[in-house]
């Protein structure tokens, strides 16, 4: 199972928006709308931000947002907050009864 | 609250093996899988696999089948991760979390620091 593919970096300004895409395959991201999204700050574990597509657990602020188009999940981080400088992964189920995570993209807030 | 404790960082020897405990706490034990995810430095994360510690059934990522064998242990509500013949590549910082019913991964173990070293 390969790994699904994400931008190695994305950047923006306070305020601003920026947009992960997770592109994986028909028989993950395409197949199934069990696709989640972790933050991971350096020396932390991941935490979970995004779960089924769109859904956030509670206490994610509305700010994260997910969606899926096809073999292609995104996250969008609106109103970009010096505390969301991470990295940021995108996970899926597949058909092969495993996971699979992406391969990460970093987030500067310039 | 939901908690997974695991054990203390580890430094083996190439060719040796090592085994990775997860305690768990404030939730039934035996009603989620465990899942274990490493992520070497630098690196991204890699899913390993999972147990389902009612009954013990599991599923290996097959970069990992005959390597690696989860078990658990229901009376003290613990999952373990064995990984053999160890590999410097090996080297990562190795999670557990717990599957929630919509598959998706809310909690996570705080990290065990395997360390493959000469």
């Known amino acids: 199972q390969s790994a699904l593919t994400q931008p190695p970096s994305a950047s923006g300004s306070p305020g601003q928006s920026v947009t992960i895409s997770c592109t994986g395959a028909r028989s993950d991201v395409g197949r199934y709308d069990y696709v989640s999204w972790y933050q991971q700050h350096p020396g932390e574990a991941p935490k979970l931000i995004i779960y089924e597509v769109l859904k956030r657990p509670s206490g994610v602020p509305d700010r994260f947002s997910g969606s899926k188009s096809g073999n292609t999940a995104s996250l969008t981080v609106s109103g970009l907050q010096a505390e969301d400088e991470a990295d940021y992964y995108c996970?899926?189920?597949?058909?092969?009864?495993?996971?699979?995570f992406g391969t990460g993209t970093k987030v500067t807030v310039l | 609250q939901v908690q997974l404790v695991q054990s203390g960082a580890e430094v083996k020897k190439p060719g040796a093996a090592v085994k990775v405990s997860c305690k768990t706490s404030g939730y039934t034990f035996t009603g989620y899988y465990i899942h274990w995810v490493r992520q070497a430095p630098g690196q991204g994360l890699e899913w390993m696999g999972w147990i389902n510690p009612n009954g013990g059934a599991t599923n290996y990522a097959q970069k990992f089948q005959g390597r690696v064998t989860m078990t658990r242990d229901t009376s003290i509500g613990t999952a373990y991760i064995e990984m053999r013949s160890l590999r410097f590549n090996d080297t990562a910082v190795y999670y557990c979390?717990?599957?929630?019913?919509?598959?998706?991964?809310?909690?996570w173990g705080q990290g065990t620091m395997v360390t493959v070293s000469s």
């Open positions: 979390a717990r599957m929630d019913l919509i598959f998706t991964f809310p909690i």
């Open positions: 996970s899926s189920y597949t058909s092969s009864n495993v996971w699979v």
